[in-house]
């Protein structure tokens, strides 16, 4: 697990300047979805989540926990993890499961995720 300072900034950036980024030009890698968790999370809990174990150690954890308030990304591809970003303490993502052509849009300073044709996304 990391901390990603540049995506926690550009996703508090989009919540107060208004408009819309493609998460996968925020985050980008070799990813196919993202699982958006919102901490503190016991790492069983997150273990239930994603449907498989899976090691919860590095920044933002503590004893195989997320302790963070913050959101939890879990970027994977073709269901395997590829990258688990910490946002420290920002919550601005919905819980859920996400498919990489997803956009983050701001709307009353809120931020919404939304499939390319702008309907609410997630699985």
Excluded: C, N
């Excluded at 550009?10 to 996968?24: D, H, M, Q």
């Amino acid at each position: 697990m990391e901390f990603d300072v540049e995506l926690e900034t550009a996703i508090v950036e989009l919540a107060r300047t208004g408009g819309s980024r493609p998460l996968k030009e925020l985050a980008p890698g070799d990813w196919t979805s993202v699982h958006v968790l919102i901490g503190p999370a016991t790492g069983d809990a997150i273990e239930k989540k994603l449907g498989r174990p899976v090691e919860i150690t590095g920044d933002g954890t503590y004893d195989g926990d997320y302790i963070q308030d913050g959101d939890l990304l879990v970027f994977q591809r073709d269901g395997e993890i590829v990258r688990m970003v910490s946002l420290g303490q920002v919550g601005a993502l919905a819980e859920g499961e996400y498919r990489a052509d997803v956009t983050l849009r701001e709307q009353d300073g809120t931020i919404k995720i939304v499939d390319p044709d702008g309907r609410p996304a997630g699985r």
